[in-house]
């Protein structure tokens, strides 16, 4: 009768792996027509003018991170490093992906980038147009930089996804405050306010609700803001101290700076 001993059977395991790992290490890969080379030289660029960050998970091609706006900023693009202290974005005109054939070799699979990237986007075959991403302020520009219609158009929708959340979840706040005290979100349905112009008490009445503590009321304008910033969007103070902290520094520093 055999013995089942652990050891051996780590050691014929890990050998398996080894082996493995040696014979994809060795696989040949097929080699790229220049033309397909210079062609992976012009990227896709994909950018955003919503406030929510995505992750895209595209399987074997990996996972993309598409950034959130700063509200102070018109957009932002989906860039990656690339490997020499450089931002560029990961979509180009030709996408590659190596698929195994075989023990001894791989084939290459081809897509076109533009269409990577509008299917990364929820526009592809098979996809839910109403989910796509183009309602949360992404798109595919047709050049390096958004052009003015571009960015009019993504934010047309950006409001009308924001208009379609706000509306949801004011009904649910004066129908059933049971329900909404389960499914509001302040990472979602603030934000959403926050885009419409809506962030106030007076239109908005379920964002103090939501989250009362520690939430300042300008005095001004009736915003509601965090308790850590000195002044609110209409530019009015709404934390004396932090505001004379503030200035005191940045005196400071321009003193610094003349020096």
């Known amino acids: 009768m055999a013995v089942f001993d652990p050891k051996v059977t780590s050691e014929i395991s890990d050998r398996g792996v ?24 012009n990227f896709i660029h994909i950018f955003n003018v919503g406030p929510w960050k995505h992750v895209v998970n595209t399987g074997s091609t990996g996972q993309f991170l598409i950034p959130a706006c700063p509200w102070n900023k018109p957009y932002v693009e989906l860039l990656v490093t690339d490997g020499k202290g450089g931002m560029v974005p990961p979509i180009t005109a030709i996408m590659e992906e190596l698929v195994i054939k075989n023990e001894d070799e791989y084939s290459k699979l081809e897509d076109d980038g533009i269409g ?5 986007l929820g526009e592809g075959r098979g996809a839910r147009p109403d989910q796509a991403l183009t309602h949360f302020g992404v798109f595919v520009a047709e050049g390096e930089k958004p052009t003015k219609e571009e960015l009019a158009a993504a934010r047309e929708k950006l409001k009308a996804k924001c208009s379609s959340l706000y509306g949801y979840i004011t009904n649910i706040y004066a129908t059933d405050r049971k329900l909404f005290s389960q499914v509001v979100n ?52 709404v934390n004396q101290d932090l505001y004379l902290a503030a200035m005191a520094e940045q005196e400071n520093v321009l003193a610094a700076v003349k020096k």
Do not use: Y
């Open 186 to 237: 302040p990472d979602v349905h603030f934000v959403a306010a926050k885009v419409l112009g809506r962030d106030n008490p007076q239109d908005s009445p379920w964002m103090l609700d939501a989250a009362p503590t520690g939430r300042v009321k300008c005095k001004m304008c009736g915003r509601v803001v965090d308790p850590d910033v000195a002044m609110c969007e209409g530019g009015h103070i």
């Open 18 to 41: 080894q082996e493995r790992l040696s014979t994809a290490r060795n696989r040949i890969k097929p080699q790229t027509l220049a033309v397909i080379e210079a062609l992976k030289k």
């Open 116 to 120: 990577f990237a509008h299917a990364m």
